[in-house]
């Protein structure tokens, strides 16, 4: 079984940072959805430039919109033919055009 790499105490500290600063910022993302600030083109614009963003699950992206609970996003995704375990940018461009074409986007 492969050995995870060595760290120093200080690029632990760098990589703990990164990691609590990326889900801080998904954390912020995930409320402004569930509030109705941000739309799904604007979720798709500002992933082009923001890595947190853009390895975000589409599931938890879509959980997060208001109206749309577990199943309903399940349901969303089946039927836009999206895997589960798909990341917004590894989103193709039907996939990207049915999200924005769901709902009031």
Do not use: W, Y
């Not at 941000?38 to 947190?52: K, P, S, W, Y």
């Not at 999206?82 to 009031?104: M, N, V």
């Amino acid at each position: 079984m492969p050995q995870p790499p060595t760290l120093t105490d200080e690029q632990r500290r760098q990589a703990l940072a990164k990691a609590a600063s990326v889900r801080r910022r998904r954390a912020e993302i995930r409320m402004q959805l569930k509030a109705g600030d941000l739309a799904m083109r604007e979720l798709l614009d500002l992933a082009q430039g923001d890595e947190a963003i853009a390895t975000m699950r589409v599931l938890a992206v879509l959980e997060s919109m208001p109206r749309l609970g577990k199943v309903g996003a399940r349901r969303t995704l089946n039927r836009l033919g999206i895997a589960e375990s798909r990341k917004i940018q590894g989103l193709g461009l039907h996939q990207r055009e049915g999200l924005l074409s769901f709902g009031d986007c």
